[in-house]
Each structure stands twice: as structure tokens, then as C-alpha cells.
């Protein structure tokens, strides 16, 4: 029986305690989980590619440390099923906030679906603490001066703060 190997993609601009829940809980249900970031300059990101992996990297190094999961970083710019196919990977997994997710959700799997039937996608619902935290939410609340340390670590908050000048 081959390892159940799953890729959880995404611009993680930048990575929230949201993320993490997902991450956390879709380690528990596969043999290997890859972390895909995703280039998505279209989203005109406030970190960097290098940026985003690097904090990533940083917070999964303390998953593992804290956890004994291992789970692996890696940046993409392709499409999303070649990136699993090259990765090995039959599953992707998605989380899910609120309905409005749903749909672009949807309409993502729909397509994939469609470019290799072979790769399943398994959505997560976020966590109940978690349902509201999103990194755009969270850069515009630091950007203004607010406390974001119950949606973030520490690390990527003060990587954050450098960001907006408030080092």
C-alpha cells in the first residue's frame, strides 16, 4: 500500500493560525502532507515569494517541534494537479470558512476534477475559533494599528509589524 500523500496549496500572504488549524488537522488524516505556496502574483501579495515560503517553513518547523508531525514546504508556479502529480500526491486538500468560500472552492475542485480525474480534493471546515481569521482581514487590521496576536504567531506578527513600519 503506497503512502497517502496530499498537498494543501495555497498564497498563505501570509500564513494565519487558520492555516495552521487546516495544516494540523489534515497531517492527522494522511501519511504525508505537502504544503504547496502558491506564486499568485495576480494577488499582489505583501511578502514575497521567498517571503512567504521562509515563514511557512518556520511555522511548520515549530508544528513539528511542538506536534511530531512532519510536513513538508514547497513553492509551485504551475498548475495545481501537476504540482501533485509531481509530488506524488492523489489528494488536495481545501478549507472552507463560510459559504462564500464554497463556491470558488467548488468551482476549483469542478476543474481540477476535470484535468485529472485521479486527484481527489477534501475540503476541511476551519475550526470554530478559527472560521473568521483570513490574511487579508489580518494585514488591513495590522496595517491600522490593531492587535492581531489571537490570529497569528508571534513570529509572523512581528514579521507583520517590520512590514508596516513598527519594528
Not at 19 to 37: C, F, P, Y
Amino acid at each position: 500500500m503506497s503512502d497517502r500523500i496530499a498537498i494543501y496549496p495555497g498564497t498563505f500572504d501570509p500564513i494565519t493560525n487558520g492555516h495552521t488549524d487546516i495544516v494540523w488537522r489534515a497531517a492527522t488524516v494522511v501519511d504525508r502532507l505537502i504544503i504547496g505556496i502558491a506564486v499568485n502574483a495576480g494577488k499582489g501579495p505583501l511578502f514575497s515569494f521567498a517571503e512567504r515560503v521562509e515563514l511557512v517553513q518556520e511555522e511548520m518547523a515549530e508544528l513539528t517541534r511542538l506536534h511530531g508531525v512532519t510536513i513538508e514546504v514547497r513553492p509551485f508556479d504551475n498548475l495545481l494537479v501537476d504540482f501533485a502529480r509531481g509530488c506524488g500526491a492523489r489528494l488536495i486538500i481545501r478549507g472552507l470558512r463560510a459559504i462564500s468560500d464554497f463556491e470558488y472552492e467548488f468551482q476549483m475542485a469542478g476543474m481540477n476534477a476535470r484535468l485529472d480525474p485521479e486527484i481527489e480534493t477534501m475540503f476541511l471546515m476551519a475550526s470554530e475559533r478559527c472560521q473568521f481569521i483570513s490574511s487579508r482581514f489580518i494585514k488591513e487590521i495590522c496595517r491600522l494599528g490593531g492587535d492581531i496576536t489571537q490570529f497569528v504567531s508571534p513570529r509572523v506578527k512581528a514579521r507583520l509589524d517590520e512590514k508596516f513600519g513598527r519594528t
